[in-house]
């Protein structure tokens, strides 16, 4: 069976988002090493480090060697971030989902999006925390999660000391950052955690971008613009990835429409302004008891927040 199952997308996020810049990964994600036969970490781990694999290719081979593990072997592994924090008895529903092998990659995915989307708020809330930090003038008011454990309490005391201090201009925020930064150790800069989707990237993909990301010798503002030209280089698929959750509201509108919404978001070629544009017509677009629905949609297109203004 060739479906993507709940643990070996775990299995390949984990991986490559804990392996060092330019190393193979240390080890397996937490609870894994523990529990797979011999055989099966090192035929993952070979997969991982097998550069002549394409993306899809990866992910179909560790889902075979996820096939041939044995349902206990299965049932004990952890579940991916999210998914462990409910409730035992909502746990062991997707862990019974996991069990089915008779389903098809894609009917899984749809029962497990069926059976988060049923959750009661509070619980959705815990599978889906909010990504983004609380803003301050435009600007995070702390750093990322993961930084902490990284960089050691000395360094994020000083990095949430910047965050929050509302005397300074972003700028200002921006390079006494970097300035911190540049002080910690590469081995320590190259695990610093990759913002969400990028872990689930092609390995290549997650080296370049890293590479990127913890260059501290070039300012912010350039390195934000060496990303953007990266993802815009990403095949459409992977460029998907990267992408935040839509809001509520997109997601119940028809599929033709959500379709339509994709290709917008797809075509790098349009600039932000031609793209608002676009998003615009087609809401205007909508039948009247769709467009109530929606909550009011500006005329003009929205100020970017003040640390992107410099991009």
């Known amino acids: 069976m060739n479906s993507i199952t709940i643990f070996s997308i775990a299995f390949l996020a984990s991986i490559i988002s804990s392996a060092p810049f330019g190393a193979p990964p240390p080890h397996l994600p937490p609870g894994f090493d523990e529990l797979l036969p011999n055989e099966a970490k090192d035929r993952l781990m070979e997969l991982h480090l097998n550069k002549a694999l394409s993306f899809e290719e990866r992910r179909e081979a560790i ?20 998914l462990e924090r409910l409730p035992a008895e909502h746990k062991q529903k997707f862990r019974e989902l996991q069990m089915d092998r008779t389903m098809t990659a894609a009917d899984r995915h749809n029962k497990v999006k069926q059976m988060v989307e049923e959750l009661p708020t509070e619980l959705q809330k815990v599978v889906n925390p909010p990504t983004t930090p609380p803003m301050i003038r435009g600007f995070p008011s702390r750093p990322p999660p993961g930084f902490e454990a990284i960089v050691g309490p000395s360094v994020f005391k000083q990095l949430v000391k910047v965050h929050e201090n509302a005397d300074l201009t972003v700028p200002q925020k921006k390079n006494m950052i970097d300035l911190i930064m540049r002080q910690v150790p590469r081995a320590q800069l190259d695990k610093l955690p990759l913002p969400p989707g990028f872990d689930q990237l092609p390995y290549e993909s997650v080296q370049r971008v890293r590479s990127i990301f913890t260059n501290f010798e070039i300012n912010w503002d350039e390195r934000h613009r060496l990303v953007m030209d990266f993802v815009q280089q990403l095949p459409r698929e992977q460029r998907r990835l990267l992408r935040p959750t839509p809001p509520p509201f997109v997601m119940e509108l028809p599929s033709e429409v959500r379709d339509q919404i994709e290709d917008i978001f797809d075509d790098v070629s349009l600039s932000p302004q031609e793209r608002f544009h676009k998003m615009r017509l087609i809401f205007q677009s909508l039948p009247a008891e769709l467009r109530a629905k929606l909550p009011p949609m500006p005329v003009n297109m929205p100020p970017p927040p003040p640390m992107m203004k410099s991009l």
């Open 63 to 82: 889902e075979e060697v996820f096939d041939q593990l044995p349902l206990e072997v299965l049932a004990k592994l952890p579940l991916p971030p999210g």
